[in-house]
């Protein structure tokens, strides 16, 4: 019948706890009006524990910081009203909604939205944008105030304590957070009124299509203190991720630069620094807004997609995009394998398109794409040109051995949360011994590893050799993994101590 549409929701499915493609989207966007959630989705959140009990929240009915999970991009666009960003119907999009749907576009399968509010209209200055980030990183800029232990702390990014399947981690409103403000857009006078004349009637005028392009308003760029606002983030989330939960990556996109800036004529310098360290040339250790880490992958230049048309400057943070991209190599081709060369789904066009001069650009010892995951187009299409990490180490830059090292983590804590309350001793360790192997064998046989056996290609001790007395006192239990990746570096040891608490440490790590 006209006038009734019936739409199909399927149950959530948990998914497989080593499933490696899902990401955690946090940010803003509007809800559809009038809204209703889905049933589905309330049971979902109910079965979390977000409805009733203790750990209540009580913007759940309107998604405000609850975990949503999400199956495909009409499941999203049901939900968001992404392409009205303060309801007014002329203001443009959300950056959330492009992020999402960018991953789903270039072959995400699964994800999870965490909605912390509506967005700000996109002319608001950087005092009412910048205090954004408080609620997407509670605690910003002091610190990182979730807690795994706490549920009650979990919001915004700190959902990931609670999402056990997420691989990634994506904050796609911090770039349009901490830019510069614009500059005021002249808006043209109305003509005027046409004078009035007799035309017959007509059956029925069409409405036409509101505009949502925010044409005339340029892409958000950043200046020298929204690149300062911008590290400190990002220093913040990699140190959470490094500490708590390793088995998540963070993608972000790189802020564009300002017009006639330093960063605009050499981003790469400017981002690893001289004499005074930048963002890139500090290790996450060293500086607290230092970023160089395992844990965080960054993502340039910016895309332009049929998503990105209702924002400003009809671009968009490229962290959408490529975390798509990661989750289809995983789903495809194994989590372990690079990334590079992969085709881009979607996008026509980027900002800025970067010339051999910028590919090349050195700083120190690393060129661009040795730090940073660029975009780009090839003789073959439009394509990722490298798969990255920010780390100084060199054997944990090739983005596809942290993913598989995490592989290896999420594994090593499952096996820690079934044997919490086993008695530490020779079966225990024998039983984390065969569960380690038969997961490394796995990864042997699908050629994530390299050797002419699989003796030569890993190695898996958990004994008394790995442990003293105190440890065994205490409850832990500590393996070593040792293993030779298929990328061409040197031998990765890891040792991973599985605490009383269900956690799992990982106690060292290096080449």
């Known amino acids: 019948m006209p006038g009734i549409l019936f739409i ?14 899902i990401c955690c989207f946090a940010g803003f966007v ?3 009006q009038p809204f209703a959630p889905g049933r589905e989705v309330l049971r979902w959140l109910d079965e979390q524990g977000w409805v009733k009990g203790p750990y209540s929240r009580p913007g759940y009915a309107q998604l405000l910081d609850v975990p949503v999970p999400v199956e495909t991009w009409q499941q999203f666009n049901n939900l968001f009203d992404w392409e009205d960003r303060t309801g007014d119907g002329r203001s443009g999009a959300a950056y959330l909604g492009a992020a999402v749907r960018s991953f789903f576009a270039q072959g995400g399968r ?9 967005p700000v209209p996109p002319l608001a200055p950087r005092s009412v944008r910048l205090p954004q980030l408080s609620r997407l990183l509670p605690g910003y800029p002091a610190q990182f105030s979730p807690s795994p232990a706490d549920r009650s702390s979990w919001s915004g990014a700190g959902h990931i304590f609670g999402l ?15 830019a510069a403000d614009q500059p005021p857009v002249e808006v043209p006078a109305d003509p005027p009124p046409a004078p009035e004349q007799f035309v017959e ?15 005339g308003i340029p892409e958000p760029r950043c200046d020298e203190q929204g690149y300062a606002d911008w590290a400190v983030a990002i220093h913040l989330v990699a140190d959470m991720v490094s500490r708590q939960r390793r088995e998540v990556q963070f993608v972000a996109a790189i802020p ?3 017009e006639g800036s330093d960063a605009e004529r050499n981003l790469f310098g400017y981002l690893v620094g001289g004499s005074a360290p930048g963002p890139l040339g500090a290790a996450l250790s060293n500086s607290p807004s230092g970023v160089a880490t395992a844990f965080v992958q960054f993502v340039f230049p910016w895309v332009k997609s049929p998503g990105s048309a209702a924002l400003p400057g009809q671009t968009e943070p490229g962290d959408g995009a490529l975390t798509g991209v990661l989750a289809r190599n995983a789903l495809t081709r194994g989590s372990y394998r690079s990334a590079a060369n992969l085709d881009l789904k979607d996008i026509f066009d980027f900002v800025p398109v970067l010339g051999r001069e910028a590919w090349n650009s050195k700083a120190g010892e690393y060129t661009f794409p040795e730090r940073v995951t660029l975009l780009g187009p090839t003789p073959s299409g439009l394509r990722v040109l490298s798969d990255v990490t920010t780390s100084l180490n ?3 830059r090739p983005a596809s051995i942290n993913r598989l090292v995490s592989a290896i983590v999420r594994a090593a804590r499952r096996a820690g949360e079934d044997s919490t309350f086993e008695v530490s001793g020779e079966a225990l360790w024998g039983q984390l011994r065969e569960r380690l ?9 699908a050629g994530a590893l390299r050797g002419a056996t699989a003796a030569e290609a890993f190695n898996v001790r958990c004994d008394r050799s790995t442990m003293s007395q105190r440890d065994l006192d205490t409850g832990r239990v500590i393996a070593v993994v040792q293993f030779e990746a298929t990328a061409p570096i040197d031998t990765i040891s890891v040792v991973l101590a599985f605490q009383a608490d269900q956690q799992v440490a990982v106690l060292s790590e290096g080449a």
Do not use: K
Not at 8 to 21: G, I, K, L, M, Q
Not at 164 to 178: K, T
Not at 202 to 212: K, Y
């Open 8 to 21: 199909d929701e399927d149950p959530v499915a948990a998914s497989h706890p080593n499933r490696a493609d």
């Open 30 to 32: 509007r809800l559809r």
């Open 110 to 118: 699964r994800c999870y939205v965490v909605r912390m509010g509506d």
């Open 164 to 178: 056990s399947d997420v691989s990634f981690l994506c904050l796609p409103d911090l770039p349009d957070a901490v």
């Open 201 to 215: 009637c007509s059956t029925g005028e069409i409405a036409p299509p509101r505009d949502i392009a925010l044409r």
């Open 256 to 258: 564009l630069p300002a």
């Open 394 to 396: 060199e054997s944990y």
């Open 437 to 445: 192997n038969s997961l490394l064998r796995g990864l042997f046989t």
